[in-house]
């Protein structure tokens, strides 16, 4: 019945939504984001002002579960049709709930908010002919435009779109991507990333059986109907990310949001705004291979990096997800949990509590969890009690009387406490010719850079000859006195002057520190694993 006249109600909708609601679509087009040429961007320029511009961007996907747990929807069928009026509660409800999570500061208009929100759903609906307003529609736009974490939201999508063993259910999948394409349509655009009947498969083309973290991939490797998805969230981080470098065409002296730079042209980079509308100047053109920045890491901190990953200190890769158990949780069994008629929910809660305990109390052997009286449980608790108590002294540990042992253990721990604070002294040692390895390269690029400037304009040939044999990080020795203060190691890797490589000299001190360090480590497990052996628990 809900199903069927959720159309006319659709249109019997406060007169108040449709004219406020009008207004989101027209501030979206005094946006200008059509200008932008590249069809992924603009769709998640679009979708990002929307969340904005309704303020779902304050809004996580864990106050979007609860406020559809209280609205009753996570026990309806995904398919079943639902009402505008219900769909009015549970947005009014998100938004009066965050507007008292919010500082008092920080206010919203909840009630345009809601306005807005709703009206951008009827919107979405009637971007496609014969669509219905489902509990998986409203399920899969709140869970799409709402903030958080990308990865959360997923996990979210994928619990509505798996079977009780952790499989990725197809015909679900499939009518999940139906309804979250319809936002891309609302926003016009359908032609980019409107839906087919194909793009359930096509996602996963190769696998039978999708589990989670296999499910989870599209945060790194997301399909092309969802490829705005991810840029939208990237959108959000790097709103405010500065980059103190200049646009090669635009000649602005620095950059917000992303960065460009081209991987043909040295030295060109393009700030967001001139990358998204295809401006070039120069030898460049839009052609050729651009690399994106979200963060801006100076010359000093790459080198740190650079060191650190030599090193192994730095891992060089990270995962794009957290890896999660396959299988689900299990649900609470609550089926031998005394259950109370409707007619009992309006007596007062001591009655309650009274009807509880009798029912409980009549139980016996029927399968219901029965609860003792309180004192019973304290008594219960202080017999258990008395009772451990006597068994610990009657029964002494296994081996605490042994004298021979107890020395042995004793000088264990004791070698223990040597070695670690070995390894600690080796760890500051390390750590101390990292920050002496920093400062020889910044020291070798000072030096680098003075000699260049004070070097004649026709250079020897023997120079060439040896400039052009070393690579330019590595050219430049600087003279003995400026490593005054310096380990004898590193004096000596410069000493010899173009005879030795630096570059090699560094990785073998680096070699030889991981191999201590190593040694330290094999050496503190076999002590461990000695003590384990020699001491028998009790």
């Not at 946006?31 to 979708?47: E, G, M, V, W």
Request: proline share 5%; charged share 20%; hydrophobic share 35%.
């Amino acid at each position: 019945m809900e199903e069927g006249g959720q159309r006319d109600r659709r249109r019997a909708a406060p007169a108040t939504v449709g004219a406020e609601g009008r207004q989101i679509f027209v501030e979206l087009g005094e946006q200008n984001f059509d200008a932008i040429c590249l069809s992924t961007y603009r769709t998640a320029c679009k979708l990002r002002f929307i969340q904005k511009r309704c303020n779902l961007h304050l809004i996580d996907i864990y106050n979007v579960i609860e406020a559809v747990r209280d609205a009753g929807l996570n026990a309806v069928e995904l398919n079943a049709g639902i009402s505008v009026t219900r769909v009015e509660n549970l947005v009014s409800s998100l938004f009066n709930q965050l507007s008292k999570r919010l500082p008092t500061t920080y206010t919203i208009n909840a009630r345009e908010c809601t306005v807005l929100l709703v009206e951008f759903l009827l919107a979405a609906i009637d971007s496609e002919p014969d669509s219905q307003l489902t509990v998986l529609f409203v399920k899969a736009i709140l869970a799409t435009l709402c903030g958080g974490k990308l990865v959360d939201k997923l996990r979210y999508v994928f619990s509505q779109v798996s079977d009780s063993n952790g499989v990725l259910v197809q015909s679900k999948f499939d009518g999940f991507l139906r309804e979250a394409l319809k936002l891309p349509t609302a926003v016009h655009e359908g032609p980019s990333f409107g839906y087919s009947n194909t793009l359930a498969r096509s996602c996963f083309p190769q696998q039978k059986r999708v589990m989670l973290n296999m499910f989870l991939d599209i945060v790194a490797n997301p399909p092309q109907c969802l490829v705005w998805l991810p840029l939208m969230h990237r959108l959000a981080n790097v709103e405010h990310v500065y980059h103190p470098v200049s646009c090669s065409y635009c000649r602005c002296n620095s950059m917000t949001g992303f960065r460009y730079r081209c991987l043909r042209c040295r030295g060109y980079q393009l700030c967001q705004n001139c990358f998204w509308h295809g401006n070039a100047s120069g030898s460049h053109n839009n052609q050729h291979q651009m690399k994106e920045h979200s963060s801006w890491k100076s010359p000093a901190t790459k080198l740190g990096r650079a060191l650190g990953r030599t090193l192994g200190c730095v891992s060089s890769r990270e995962p794009p997800h957290p890896i999660y158990p396959e299988e689900p949780e299990r649900t609470l069994n609550l089926a031998n949990i005394v259950s109370v008629d409707s007619a009992s929910r309006q007596d007062e809660e001591h009655k309650l509590i009274a009807r509880y305990t009798s029912r409980l109390a009549e139980s016996d052997g029927t399968g219901v969890i029965c609860f003792s009286f309180p004192r019973e449980i304290l008594a219960e608790i202080k017999r258990l009690r008395v009772e451990h108590d006597a068994a610990c002294q009657s029964s002494p540990e296994k081996g605490s009387t042994n004298p021979t042992l107890l020395a042995e253990l004793r000088q264990l721990r004791q070698r223990k406490d040597e070695l670690e604070q070995r390894m600690s002294s080796l760890q500051e040692s390390r750590r101390e010719l990292m920050v002496q390895l920093e400062g020889l390269m910044k020291l070798l690029k000072a030096q680098a850079a003075g000699s260049s400037h004070a070097s004649p304009s026709r250079p020897s040939p023997s120079t060439a000859r040896s400039a052009g044999a070393v690579s330019p990080q590595a050219h430049v020795y600087p003279p003995q006195d400026s490593l005054a203060g310096v380990g004898g190691d590193v004096q000596e890797a410069f000493a010899q002057g173009s005879r030795r490589n630096l570059r090699n000299d560094l990785l073998v001190a680096a070699d030889s520190i991981t191999n201590t360090v190593s040694s330290l480590v094999k050496e503190l497990h076999s002590g461990t694993l000695m003590s384990s052996r020699s001491v028998p628990l009790s």
